[in-house]
């Protein structure tokens, strides 16, 4: 069956430091991508998505590279600020109706 | 226009008592789902309508768990009787086409704590 594994956290990291979440996948077929976000009181959030292989999302500063042959989907983005503080799923799409969800990485970000 | 919302945003219910969360998907979704996060683990989709219809509801736990959505609109999801196991987050989501996941609008969550 189909499965996400997301690195464990929560992710501590100061304002303006580099931030990388690692995702990776096992599916059948040929799965779309998602990085959702959930602030703080709030609904989860379509953050960005991919729907092929080399296929890079982007939204907000974020970034992830769809990577057939290593099966990953990993999150990054240059310089995190204090409002990127929420947690973060990755999560896939293999043609039916539903998505696979990873556990989800707090990420922390102090000033 | 008014997005995904869910009712209670949190509920405390000792084992054996019933709860009743209810969700109202945006206005014009046909498709509504329920997910569940248990502490630490995946979120987990639990089931999904068409309007009224169940379309698949292979995720739902056990018999205990009873899902509505009377008149295609708002959806109840009850649990009865609760137990310690049945406590997590509970996220209704709603998609006009059938929820490819770019297209799925998510609520913020009912709390269930089963104590």
């Known amino acids: 069956g189909n499965s996400v594994t997301q690195m464990e956290g929560p992710v501590t990291l100061s304002e303006e430091a580099f931030l990388t979440i690692n995702c990776t996948y096992t599916?059948?077929?040929?799965?779309?991508l998602f990085w959702y976000v959930q602030y703080p009181g709030e609904g989860l959030q379509l953050l960005l998505k991919?729907?092929?292989?080399?296929d890079k999302g982007s939204n907000k500063g974020f970034e992830a590279t769809y990577r057939k042959e290593t099966t990953s989907f990993h999150l990054e983005k240059g310089s995190v600020q204090v409002s990127d503080s929420a947690v973060y799923f990755c999560?896939?799409?293999?043609?039916?109706?539903?998505?696979?969800f990873g556990k989800g990485t707090m990420l922390l970000v102090s000033p | 226009e008014a997005g995904v919302t869910q009712f209670p945003s949190h509920s405390v219910i000792e084992k054996g008592q019933t709860v009743t969360l209810r969700c109202d998907p945006i206005s014009g979704h046909d498709n509504l789902y329920w997910y569940r996060r248990v502490m630490g683990k995946e979120i987990k989709f639990l089931l999904h309508f068409v309007k009224e219809s169940k379309q698949d509801e292979s995720g739902m736990p056990n018999n205990r768990f009873l899902a509505e959505r009377t008149g295609g609109t708002y959806s109840t999801l009850k649990v009865q009787p609760a137990e310690l196991e049945d406590s997590g987050v509970y996220f209704c989501a709603s998609s006009q086409e059938n929820g490819r996941g770019e297209k799925l609008f998510f609520g913020s969550g009912t709390q269930l704590s089963v104590l």
């Open positions: 599916a059948t077929g040929y799965p779309s």
């Open positions: 991919a729907t092929k292989a080399d």
């Open positions: 999560a896939l799409n293999s043609g039916y109706s539903t998505l696979t």
